[in-house]
Structure formats: structure tokens, C-alpha cells
T-cell receptor
């Protein structure tokens, strides 16, 4: 257990639907980073939150949004899902600049 | 988009042999990190090397960084079957990178390592 908790582990949904992925960072970490891993794009940074505020945005589609709540957990909302959104979605947190990132075990999203 | 490339894409060796993976990147960096991923699971941080460091060791891992060539290598010595996994390098830019570049990792495509017992 890395300390970063992601739920659910697996999600199967139909095209056009909306899903919410949840992440709790490691205790004491204020930041949450979301990444998408797909076969064709590899690991791509989506978005970062720090203590409730959006800090950086990567290749995140307009159909996707995220937020970080006062208890520091974060949710990634994916809407109008397409087949190409099928991927592993990871969140990560970080303690400080001297350390690496701690990743959760991911949510495997399958859009059918 | 990916920051750089990893070489080789796949590596197959016998237990006890050494495994070397290379990573190249494109922009100036604050640090470079290596991660391991077992099939379809989460990434595990292995080692971080800062831009002002040239070599770092952690157990059976040795990482080198050449900022003039924008490249890094990961050496796993005396490999074991349990080392079978995908290995990714990832770069992190510093605060001067500004914009959306700071505070996120940019990953390479990864090397799939298979260690045969």
C-alpha cells in the first residue's frame, strides 16, 4: 500500500456516460496529480491540485474536470466518454521537492 | 507529449545478468526520476537524481545523468526474476520553467524488462 488511495479499481461504462474517479493523497501531502496511461499516448499528465487550488494543467480534455476538496481528496470527472478514453488513470502525491512521487494503484476505465 | 525516449523498448536477460536502460530527454530539468511498473499496476518510485548530480546508487540500482547530452541510464545489477517489470524515466522541470511545466512529471515510453529464471 503506497498510501495513495484510488477508487474504484475498475470501471466499465458505456460511451456518452459520465464517471467520477476518486483519490486520497498520502497523509500529510497537500498535492494531487492526475495522470492517464494509455497504449498509444503512454503516461500523460492531466492536472495538478495543491491544497484545493488548481496549479497546473496538462493534456486534459475539456470533457474532463477535477477538483480537490478541503479534506484534500480529489475527484476526476470524465464526461461524454468515448472509446478512446479507456485507460488507466493514476493519481499521485508528493511530500516535497526532494522526493519522488507516490502513485496510487490506479483506476482502470473501460468504455464500451 | 513525451519528454524523451527510452532505449531499448524491450530487454530480455537471464537472472544474474545486469540490465541497462537508457533515457533521453529534450528540455532542461530539475531532476530525473526512475519508476517501475508491474503489469497494469501502479508506479513505484525507484530513485531520483538531481540535475547537479552525475551518479546515484540505491541497492542494486545505479543511475547516471549527463545533462550535456540530456540523457540518463539505469543499471540494475545481478537481476532477479522479480525485477521483471516496465521501467520509466520521468523528468521534472524546475520552478523557472514556469507555466504548466513546473511540478509535473514528463514520462518516457518505458522499457519492458523480462528477467528469465
Amino acid at each position: 500500500d503506497s498510501g495513495v488511495t484510488q477508487t474504484p479499481k475498475h470501471l466499465i461504462t458505456a460511451t456518452g456516460q459520465r464517471v467520477t474517479l476518486r483519490c486520497s493523497p498520502r497523509s500529510g501531502d497537500l498535492s494531487v496529480y492526475w495522470y492517464q496511461q494509455s497504449l498509444d499516448q503512454g503516461l500523460q499528465f492531466l492536472i495538478q491540485y495543491y491544497n484545493g487550488e488548481e496549479r497546473a494543467k496538462g493534456n486534459i480534455l475539456e470533457r474532463f474536470s477535477a477538483q480537490q476538496f478541503p479534506d484534500l481528496h480529489s475527484e476526476l470527472n470524465l464526461s461524454s466518454l468515448e472509446l478512446g478514453d479507456s485507460a488507466l488513470y493514476f493519481c499521485a502525491s508528493k511530500s516535497g521537492t526532494a522526493y519522488g512521487y507516490t502513485f496510487g494503484s490506479g483506476t482502470r476505465l473501460t468504455v464500451v | 507529449s513525451q519528454q524523451g525516449e527510452e532505449d531499448p523498448q524491450a530487454l530480455s536477460i537471464q537472472e544474474g545478468e545486469n540490465a541497462t536502460m537508457n533515457c533521453s530527454y529534450k528540455t532542461s530539468i530539475n531532476n530525473l526520476q526512475w519508476y517501475r511498473q508491474n503489469s497494469g499496476r501502479g508506479l513505484v518510485h525507484l530513485i531520483l537524481i538531481r540535475s547537479n548530480e552525475r551518479e546515484k546508487h540505491s541497492g542494486r540500482l545505479r543511475v547516471t545523468l549527463d545533462t550535456s547530452k540530456k540523457s540518463s541510464s539505469l543499471l540494475i545489477t545481478a537481476s532477479r526474476a522479480a525485477d521483471t517489470a516496465s521501467y520509466f524515466c520521468a523528468t521534472e522541470q524546475g520552478p523557472n520553467a514556469g507555466g504548466t511545466s513546473y511540478g509535473k512529471l514528463t514520462f518516457g515510453q518505458g522499457t519492458i524488462l523480462t528477467v528469465h529464471p
